[in-house]
């Protein structure tokens, strides 16, 4: 069966730096992306890799690893307001999107 | 560009009445729209995959009958909910790719969402 994984819930602090890592097992991999939704609200897109390696967009970074089945959402410099739900899915090989269950990521001042 | 309106964003209804929601891609044409469902503090459950011109696809469990889904064009799908009742309350989510190609293309841009209480 195709599944992904993340974690529930993660805490960090105001100013600091946050880890969020999603592995996954799916029929075929077309690119993995990362969304982040606020409570109450609809997702909004962040990152897609479909090469190994790191892509940077200001304070947030997105890194793949196709041969570990892994990636890492990486949040700098945390505010308040990153506060939400952060998404990975994959696109597998029928070019269907499967969704991980997301990752609650709580900033605390 | 690539936005994605709903209508309504929120609704309230008697339980046994119908509810439609329309999904539109604004500025691009969707060959294919989502429709998802969302209970409070739980992730995103896909409901059914429609593209134009052609019957949805909907996932296991989801009943066709009850969440009838019509995609008559390229920019355009709804969803109505038929005979409503309290567990069927919940926040609905569309979303919508031009997904051809290059597999960055099958990005989802989802809508605002709407929410659905059922009385």
């Known amino acids: 069966g195709q599944n992904i994984d993340q974690p529930t819930e993660m805490t960090a602090t105001e100013g600091a730096i946050v880890q969020i890592n999603c592995t996954y097992q799916?029929?075929?991999?077309?690119?993995l992306f990362w969304y982040q939704q606020h409570a109450g609200e609809a997702p909004t897109f962040l990152s897609y890799?479909?090469l190994d390696g790191l892509e940077e967009k200001g304070r947030f970074s997105s890194f793949l690893s196709r041969s570990k089945g892994y990636s890492y959402l990486l949040l700098k410099e945390l505010q308040m307001k990153d506060s939400a739900s952060y998404l990975c899915a994959v696109l597998d090989s029928n070019y269907q999107l499967i969704w991980g269950a997301g990752t609650k990521l709580i900033i605390k001042p | 560009g690539a936005v994605v309106s709903q209508h309504p964003s929120w609704v309230i209804c008697k339980s046994g009445t119908s509810v439609k929601i329309e999904c539109r891609s604004l500025?691009?044409?969707?060959?294919?729209m989502f429709w998802y469902r969302q209970f409070p503090k739980q992730s995103l459950m896909l409901m059914a995959t429609s593209n134009e011109g052609s019957k949805a696809t909907y996932e296991q469990g989801v009943e066709k009958d009850k969440f009838l889904i019509n995609h008559a064009s390229l920019t355009l799908s709804t969803l109505t909910v038929t005979s409503a009742h309290p567990e069927d309350s919940s926040f609905y989510i569309c979303?919508?790719?031009?997904?051809?190609?290059?597999?960055?293309?099958?990005?989802?841009?989802f809508g605002p969402g709407t929410r659905l209480t059922v009385t």
């Open positions: 890799n479909v």
């Open positions: 799916t029929s075929g991999f077309n690119g």
């Open positions: 500025d691009f044409q969707a060959t294919t």
């Open positions: 979303s919508a790719s031009h997904g051809t190609g290059r597999s960055m293309s099958y990005e989802q841009y």
